[in-house]
């Protein structure tokens, strides 16, 4: 199954998934029973044969279930007749009925099965059209006779990274601006050319995951002019032209959630296991998962002191909006907003979040606070009992209720959920181990009370008005296309009175479409106290008015924070003599506290930075020591090259905090100017430690990116070799050279097996397959004994250990499991690698809420067996260099310098024009647990202290 999440490993740093070879349900356990809030009830709906596995779904105007179907997922890694698959007939889209009213699916059909449906990832019915997301195709069939058999095909856009993929292109929905969004993953790159001849060119440092995957690179320009980076959000017309990148810098988002505000919801997967996020995304927001150019993941960046979510997500860097929620563990897949009263009034508003890692559906309930919002988790709907916030995990095997994976939520037209679930004893790691493309979905309704699907009739203006009314998103766009195109005015003014204020939302983006009568009735909405109404007001105003400075010049000085960010937003791409007075405006309500609010300010004065300091500096106190608070973050934010002098000033205060000279080094080492390298080399010499610190550290780290041209670093590095790397050179030659006496050779390759510099030379050679038979085996009884770690791991990639021992995951399952003795053992194996709860360290995936992705079987299955699936990120790499040096670890920067970091942590940088060769391994760095000298025992104890297990009798 995949759902666009690495499952982490313990002691490992690569992952190996719970594999259910056999299974029995238990006769006497519902496997389809949902716990839900009491005033709610959920049902199996439909499950296979209706369908197989769902990636996700939408509804259409009859209140149909539309589903599409992953069964060719990973074919590639599948041998003919493991599993249920389509004979290269392509994936499909499968519509579910509810006939007879029961609230049940009683009736299935197949729309379409085409070769282009490959694990397709999106699905959104808008009238006649049926748009499918299928990387590297968007794709729309067009029904025009509506008997369910597509008359037309289409490649709307195409060029999108990702085929076969889960970081690919995502689901289609029709806004409440009338526009269509949807978004992509990272696995690019996209190079993709609107209908209107505008082309998007985005990438980053990741790939792999599928055989297609093999190439991408960030610090790509598109037709703005802007380098987009990771996932993206993306916004066009109806008819593929207009298109704009409206956030960026995801992992994986699975899906963008619109409300009809226009606010964009998303959840986002981590490299680790702890660090998702739920959140809101501001328009143009960099959501922070790659450096800002796409060369670099986050492991790179990652500053001396900063904690696993912050630098996971770029948090302290200028330029990144707030994360807001840390959901922790898991593996988040579709999301929603429901905006629905069938389900009553308290559940209107709430943000639904499918997380497959964790068998449930998040809720929450965002409301405004400051330029974002404030979002408090519930667990609302799950396979296990809400007790708390923790699950309690059993064997896959034998709890089937760990196999509710929700992979899709929509609201239907009769305002009940929809639950999609791919039901698979796995989630993560590009797998599917569900033989049988099974799947379910789920109905969720107030307890008691049918619910059933309205009649669609957009003949009629009261027709009309209910369909935009209705809480299936897709489906309401009927309406508001009926509307717009009847130019109604009076009727659809009388929506801004009404009761559920998502639907006066509608009505203000309807009325903006419908002429300069409707504009003028969304002009008075700006008056409007509530600023949910009145930001929604400015937004449908910006697509519609040429000159919307007037009104942004009204807006800000208004006293509500978030009216101030989308005002700063619809200026970025305006020349700063137009904005100047609107910005000062801004900038003197900011009272240097809110992130989101700045970072819209800092969206407004994009690529203008140089140009508004030199002209407010006069305004401001001689001494920028003395600056307040919110000077000092704007400076921080902008971080202009003319800054440099006060910013030094700032950071070698003694006067001022920490915190804040810290702030002042870190906009120091966002200028890519020489001025600001000379800076803060002179900062490593302060006697202030926490400021030479910090320099030494910046400098250090700069010069292989950013600064890495603007100084002469190369000369003052020491390049020569070093006498035993001449020797390695050497003996290599020797152990190469087929002229010699095989003696010669054989002892050539156990010096250089025994030795650090030889033993990476020797790795270099075999994944190039340019070791020599002959010496194979000299090498495998030596390598094993190097005096470096990592070199030992690495080994058993190519090579058999002389006394390796198989062990059994059943066997160790089957053995109890002492928590104290497992203590034990991950201090001695693990801890040198991976940090749990205070102890180890931070070079693999921490290991802290381990017990949230696995249970017993699948931690014993990662360690058994730990390059069965490795963690994204944690892929090694081996790097040759042109003077015959090698280099390992992760790859965790890909631009002009590469980036390596080793086993012990350490980073490397390599100029990409001194590389030889680079070879991605299939192997994980971890050793097989028994070349360790663990036992089945060994292991049964130290998955008991990871999982916090009682102690079994």
């Not at 709610?40 to 596995?53: S, V, Y």
């Not at 599948?78 to 698959?85: D, L, M, Q, S």
């Not at 003028?520 to 008015?545: C, G, M, S």
């Not at 978030?562 to 405006?585: E, M």
């Amino acid at each position: 199954m995949f759902f666009s999440k690495k499952a982490t490993a313990l002691c490992s740093v690569s992952v190996a998934l719970v594999l259910v070879t056999a299974f029995v349900p238990n006769p006497d356990e519902d496997k389809n029973k949902l716990y839900v809030p009491d005033d709610l009830e959920a049902i199996l709906w439909a499950e296979t044969p209706m369908i197989h596995n769902p990636t996700n779904m939408d509804v259409d105007y009859k209140g149909r279930i539309w589903i599409t179907e992953a069964v060719d997922y990973r074919n590639f890694n599948t041998k003919p007749g493991e599993r249920v698959n389509n004979e290269q007939k392509g994936d499909r889209v499968v519509i579910l009925e509810d006939i007879d009213g029961d609230g049940k699916a009683d009736k299935s059909k197949v729309f379409v099965q085409d070769k282009d449906l490959v694990a397709p990832l999106g699905i959104a019915v808008i009238g006649k059209k049926v748009i499918v997301s299928a990387a590297p195709n968007l794709i729309v069939f067009t029904d025009e006779n509506g008997d369910d058999i597509p008359d037309k095909k289409e490649i709307l856009l195409k060029g999108f990274g990702g085929i076969d993929h889960d970081h690919s292109l995502h689901s289609v929905t029709a806004g409440p601006d009338g526009n269509w969004h949807f978004n992509t993953g990272n696995a690019g790159p996209h190079h993709v050319t609107d209908k209107g001849g505008w082309t998007l060119r985005s990438g980053s440092s990741y790939y792999g995951g599928t055989p297609y995957n093999k190439s991408n690179q960030g610090n790509q320009k598109s037709d703005d002019g802007r380098v987009w980076v990771g996932g993206l959000a993306l916004r066009m017309d109806t008819e593929g032209k207009n298109l704009k990148v409206m956030g960026h810098n995801f992992r994986n988002s699975y899906e963008v959630g619109l409300d009809s505000y226009g606010n964009m919801w998303q959840n986002d997967n981590d490299d680790q296991v702890i660090t998702c996020r739920v959140s809101y995304l501001m328009e143009g927001g960099n959501a922070g998962y790659f450096s800002a150019d796409g060369t670099r993941f986050w492991q790179a960046d990652r500053r001396p002191g900063q904690e696993m979510f912050t630098a996971h997500w770029h948090q302290d860097d200028p330029g990144v909006q707030p994360a807001i929620d840390n959901s922790g563990a898991g593996s988040p897949t579709g999301i929603a907003f429901y905006e629905g009263d069938a389900l009553g009034e308290k559940y209107r508003g709430t943000l639904l979040s499918c997380e497959a890692g964790r068998n449930v559906i998040f809720s929450y309930q965002p409301t405004l606070q400051g330029g974002g919002f404030k979002m408090q988790r519930q667990n609302m709907i799950s396979s296990f009992p809400k007790t708390d916030d923790h699950y309690i995990w059993h064997d896959a095997s034998e709890d089937v209720r760990k196999w509710f994976r929700p992979s899709d939520v929509v609201a239907g037209t009769d305002g009940a959920i929809y639950i999609a679930d791919w039901y698979d004893p796995v989630v993560g790691g590009h797998a599917m181990h569900d033989k049988k493309a099974y799947g379910r979905i789920f109905r969720v309704t107030p307890k008691g009370k049918k619910l059933r699907p309205p009649v669609i009739d957009v003949s009629t203006v009261q027709g009309q008005i209910e369909t935009l009314k209705n809480p299936a998103i897709n489906v309401r766009n009927l309406g508001f296309e009926a509307l717009r195109k009847s130019g109604n005015v009076s009727e659809v003014k009388k929506l801004l009175k009404d009761k559920n204020p998502y639907v006066q939302a509608r009505a203000v983006w309807l009325l903006s479409k419908m002429g300069e009568e409707g504009i003028k009735e969304v002009e008075k909405v700006l008056d409007n106290e509530d600023a949910n109404l009145k930001i929604t007001a400015f937004r449908a105003l910006r697509q519609v008015r040429t000159d919307i400075l007037p009104i942004a010049e009204k807006l800000s000085t208004d006293k509500n924070v978030a009216v101030r960010r989308d005002v700063a937003i619809a200026l970025r791409d305006l020349p700063l003599a137009s904005i100047q007075g609107i910005i000062n405006n801004l900038i003197k309500n900011y009272d240097g506290t809110d992130r989101f609010e700045i970072e819209a300010i800092g969206q407004a004065l994009d690529e203008k930075e140089s140009a508004y300091f030199q002209a407010t500096r006069p305004t401001l106190p001689k001494d920028p020591v003395i600056w307040n608070e919110a000077t000092a973050s704007l400076v921080w934010r902008l971080h202009p090259v003319e800054a440099i002098n006060d910013l030094k000033l700032r950071a070698t205060a003694k006067t001022l905090t920490e915190a804040q000279r810290k702030q002042a080094i870190t906009a120091l080492a966002f200028i890519k100017d020489k001025r600001a390298v000379t800076a803060m080399l002179a900062l490593t010499k302060n006697p202030l430690k926490d400021v030479s610190e910090q320099a030494f550290w910046w400098v250090n780290f700069r010069k292989t990116n950013e600064w890495a041209d603007l100084m002469d670093w190369e000369k003052a590095a020491n390049t020569q070799m070093s006498a035993q790397q001449k020797q390695m050179i050497a003996l290599e030659k020797q152990m190469l050279n087929k002229t010699l006496p095989q003696a010669t050779r054989e002892k050539a390759a156990e010096k250089m097996a025994n030795d650090v510099t030889g033993g990476k030379m020797l790795l270099s050679l075999a994944g190039e397959n340019r070791l020599p038979k002959e010496v194979r085996n000299v090498v495998a009884e030596n390598i094993f004994n190097n005096p470096d770690k990592s070199i030992r791991m690495m080994a058993s990639d190519y090579f058999l250990r002389p006394s390796g021992k198989e062990l059994s995951v059943n066997l160790a399952l089957e053995m109890p499991s002492d928590m104290k003795k497992g203590y034990k053992v991950f201090r001695k194996n693990c801890a040198t690698c991976h940090k749990f709860d205070k102890e180890g360290a931070e070079i693999g995936p921490e290991l802290t809420q381990i017990g949230k992705k696995f249970d017993k079987a699948g931690l014993l299955d990662a360690i058994v067996n730990p390059s069965a699936s490795m963690a994204f990120g944690y892929e090694p790499m081996i790097i040759t260099t042109k003077d015959k040096n090698t280099y390992y670890g992760f790859l965790v920067g890909d631009g002009e310098t590469l980036t390596l970091k080793d086993i012990a942590g350490q980073l490397t940088s390599i100029k990409k024009t001194n590389i030889a060769s680079r070879k991605q391994l299939k192997n994980s760095l971890m050793p097989e647990p028994s070349s360790m000298g663990l036992k089945e025992k060994d292991l049964s104890d130290l998955a008991g202290y990871l999982l916090k297990l009682p102690l079994e009798e």
